[in-house]
């Protein structure tokens, strides 16, 4: 318990050590690609470009569609692609077998922004 002026400072405080740690884990973002996107044709053209939450909701359905062998859209359902702007498990699966990457385009711009401003 304090007056209002100490208050207002620590809360100040912790909101800029939280900008800070928000601005790091976009920076990390742009910087840094996992070692598991690294080198595989599929991610080659998104490293540094998307965010990692992003290249993570891909890889998972990437497994989903390694598991299933999903390629019909019936099937897929296509949630991914609907819901997140992100490939689903028939367009992933379509990409492995012709040994083609994903495009900038094919994912929605909201994952394209890696900075504050």
């Given amino acids: 318990m304090s007056d209002l002026g100490t208050c207002w400072e620590k809360i100040h405080d912790m909101l800029v050590l939280q900008f800070t740690a928000i601005r790091t884990s976009f920076g990390h973002s742009v910087t840094v690609l ?4 690294k080198d595989v044709t599929l991610y080659s ?8 939450y992003a ?7 990437e497994s989903h569609c390694r598991e299933t062998l999903c390629m ?4 897929c359902g296509c ?3 609907t819901s997140y702007g992100l ?15 994903i495009l900038l385009d094919e994912i ?3 994952w394209h922004r890696l900075c504050m401003g």
């Fill in 34 to 37: 996992e070692h598991r996107f």
């Fill in 45 to 52: 053209g998104l490293g540094g470009h998307v965010s990692r």
């Fill in 55 to 61: 290249l993570d909701n891909i890889a998972l359905e």
């Fill in 72 to 75: 019909d859209k019936k099937i």
């Fill in 79 to 81: 949630v991914q692609r």
């Fill in 87 to 101: 490939p689903c498990a028939c367009q992933i699966a379509t990409k492995i077998l012709e040994d083609k990457s």
């Fill in 108 to 110: 929605h711009h909201h």
